[in-house]
Every structure is written in structure tokens, then in C-alpha cells.
């Protein structure tokens, strides 16, 4: 329990303590296992993209005639597929910014 201002000054931050900061490192043996789970990662946003475009255009193309709405949709998807795209391409050196 605090009993006088003393003891709240103890619990305050100060400036003359050095707060270690290590660089990021892999636990031993498992360095390689999760590049291998990232490239996975990366591989089905690949794939889901290519999907998600494929989806787009159909709907585009189904929706020409008749169901604008439908047509409206698929094109409304398309920025969101590339921006989905686009965060996963650039992820790793966003990342990297922070640990520079």
C-alpha cells in the first residue's frame, strides 16, 4: 500500500534506466519451419486473389444483361481483391519498417 508520495515517486518511470532491446530472433529449430509456414500463407493469398478475381469477372459477365446489380458488384470487388492483394505482397516490409 502507498503511504506518502515517496513511494509513488518509486513507481514512476525514470530516465537513467536502460530498457534492453533485443532484435528479433527465431527459437532454435524453428526458423525454417516458419518460413515454410509463411510461403504456404502467402501461396494460398495467391491463390485466393486469382480466385477472387475469376469471381469478379463472372459476375461482371453474368450480370451484363438484365442485372446491373449482379454486374455492379463484381466490379465493386475488384479493388478490394487487389487492395487484399496488395497488403499481402507489401506485408513483409511493413512489417519490417517497425523493426529497423
Do not use: H
Request: net charge negative; charged share 15%.
Amino acid at each position: 500500500m502507498l503511504t506518502s508520495l515517496n513511494d509513488l515517486a518509486r513507481l514512476l518511470p525514470r530516465a537513467d534506466v536502460d530498457v534492453p532491446d533485443p532484435p528479433p530472433e527465431p527459437p532454435p529449430g524453428l526458423d525454417q519451419k516458419m518460413e515454410t509456414l509463411l510461403a504456404w500463407g502467402k501461396w494460398g493469398v495467391l491463390i485466393c486473389g486469382v480466385a477472387g478475381l475469376f469471381i469478379c469477372a463472372g459476375q461482371m459477365a453474368i450480370g451484363r444483361k438484365n442485372r446491373s446489380t449482379f454486374a455492379a458488384d463484381g466490379a465493386t470487388g475488384i479493388p478490394w481483391v487487389l487492395g487484399g492483394l496488395s497488403l499481402a505482397a507489401t506485408a513483409a516490409p511493413i512489417v519490417g519498417v517497425f523493426f529497423e
